[in-house]
């Protein structure tokens, strides 16, 4: 824990409440995003029951099955599911306004909240379970496509600054700071039980307790599995064995899954109102990750999507639920991670106050004093050159060749040409104006980078958003079929991997 972190949880626990970690939030809080919650049988991975709706439906869709262990009911419930699911993501082929190149300048992606990561685990089991397709059937069933979509939000959650799939309990944790202990925040009801009226920290900390005992996980509370549903299953199985009817206990089982998974889809009804009642503004950078999301769900999903449909657009690839068989979507996935992480304290840092002093406490940006503003280009080249006094702190990490931003001028940056240690406590920086060159800065003077008024001036320098360059080498690892490591990126699949399955290969080559 560090030094800040551990004053904001003193603060926290002198209020008995959360308190803001961040002077904005970093999420985009849709007013109307749609809720999935699930329940599993014990030692199933497959749901046993479902609740979705949007936030302003007034009670969620409930789908359910009188046995989790029956394979053929939980695809029927996870089909009727697909398809309202599907139409929400405007998924090609689903929708009247599909997401398509065209509109990707919308800024409009859908948003689904879970109560917790276990929750989002789920949509990995959903596409373990229905992604296989063997070759000659349809891909395009709703089922199948749902399995990708799965696989594709599963995947996204990772991705550092996605703005589709909201983790409750995660998002609660990102954005304050409360009076306990991680382990116990990552139960939705403990973290909404902290924004309720108490007398004291003490008070407040046996509610929180009460609250843990109701499960937010998609797993039954032990007690409910073993000593309601299990009888009743067990009563159910001897009935089915008999032949007799089981309508009447299937009903009295569908009873007692509605609460459980309508409880867990009102606790993220809760969370919403909290974040829309919370009066800090959406970081403006969230407008940037929310394009990238876009454009993630596009590349990555829809237009694969568009491809199985019409064979004419060229090959279609989709990955496995388990590891990246071909070495150029592994090399390519690895640097659309890197990008994203690039990019998110890039984007955010300009308009977050808590932020920048992050940023500064742990090295990644400093404050400089402009000593010196020379102008080294020739003829109508301009070619700032600044050379600064920074303090050396403990954390500096400031390097050469590095690239960083003014504050609030994100798109101006500069690029670190030597550093030089004067004394004791400071450091000369020479550093070379890379972009934007020739427009003024607009904080904390109005002026251009050439211009000696910036002499006298503390100006605060913040990490570069760099991630094009990484976008870039993801895109030009598939066009290197010929060039060093080939071998690696563009080899075969393993022999003896599920051969009768469509293989990464296979659908690369189109010869599905």
């Not at 007034?58 to 009727?80: K, Y």
């Not at 009873?255 to 009804?269: F, G, K, S, T, Y």
């Not at 503004?281 to 929310?290: C, F, K, R």
């Not at 403990?394 to 040409?417: A, K």
Request: with cysteine; aromatic share 8%.
């Amino acid at each position: 824990m560090s030094l800040r972190e551990l004053v904001r949880q003193l603060n926290a626990v002198k209020s008995a409440r959360p308190i803001h970690r961040y002077s904005t939030l970093h999420m985009r809080i849709d007013s109307n995003p749609m809720l999935v919650a699930f329940v599993r049988m014990a030692g199933e991975s497959r749901p046993w029951a479902i609740a979705y709706g949007r936030l302003k439906d007034e009670t969620p869709i409930i789908l359910s099955v009188p046995d989790g262990r029956n394979r053929i009911a939980v695809s029927e419930m996870c089909e009727e599911f697909a398809g309202d699911f599907l139409e929400y993501f405007r998924v090609s082929g689903y929708t009247w306004s599909p997401i398509t190149k065209e509109n990707l300048g919308t800024g409009e992606i859908p948003q689904i909240w879970v109560p917790s990561s276990r929750h989002v685990e789920m949509f990995h089991h959903l596409q373990y379970a229905y992604w296989r397709v063997r070759k000659g059937d349809d891909r395009t069933q709703p089922l199948t496509v749902f399995a990708r979509l799965s696989g594709w939000i599963f995947r996204e959650s990772t991705r550092l600054g996605q703005q589709s799939i909201v983790d409750v309990a995660q998002l609660f944790r990102n954005s304050f700071v409360f009076p306990a202990d991680s382990t116990s925040l990552g139960h939705l009801g403990t973290c909404i039980e902290w924004f309720s009226e108490h007398e004291d920290l003490r008070s407040a900390r046996y509610a929180v307790r009460e609250a843990t005992l109701l499960r937010d996980s998609p797993t039954l509370d032990p007690e409910i599995d073993s000593k309601v549903l299990s009888p009743l299953l067990l009563s159910r199985a001897k009935l089915v064995s008999e032949d007799k009817d089981t309508k009447s206990i299937d009903k009295k089982i569908a009873a007692h899954l509605a609460p459980e998974v309508e409880r867990r889809w009102e606790l993220m009804r809760s969370a919403h109102q909290i974040f829309s009642n919370d009066t800090r503004e959406i970081n403006p950078g969230v407008v940037d990750l929310t394009q990238a999301t876009l454009e993630s769900f596009y590349s990555q999903f829809q237009r694969i999507e568009e491809n199985m449909q019409d064979p004419d657009l060229g090959p279609a690839y989709t990955q496995h639920p388990e590891t990246d068989f071909h070495g150029s979507a592994a090399a390519s996935n690895y640097f659309v991670m890197t990008a994203a992480d690039t990019a998110y304290i890039a984007k955010l840092v300009h308009a977050d106050e808590e932020l920048q002093a992050e940023a500064i406490a742990s090295g990644k940006a400093f404050f400089a004093e402009v000593i010196k503003v020379e102008n080294l280009g020739s003829g109508r080249v301009t070619t700032p050159i600044w050379t600064m006094r920074i303090q050396i702190a403990e954390r500096l990490r400031i390097r050469e060749g590095e690239r960083y931003s003014p504050l609030m001028g994100p798109g101006h940056g500069i690029q670190v040409r030597s550093l030089e240690i004067i004394d004791s406590e400071n450091l000369e920086v020479v550093a070379e104006w890379v972009e934007r060159k020739t427009v003024p800065l607009d904080y904390p003077i109005n002026s251009k980078p050439v211009e000696i008024d910036w002499v006298g001036h503390r100006v605060m320098f913040v990490p570069k958003d760099g991630s094009e360059f990484d976008k870039s080498k993801s895109r030009a690892v598939w066009n290197a079929a010929n060039g060093p490591g080939s071998w690696l990126t563009h080899g075969s699949a393993p022999v003896g991997v599920e051969p009768s399955v469509v293989d990464d290969i296979t659908q690369l080559a189109g010869e599905n």
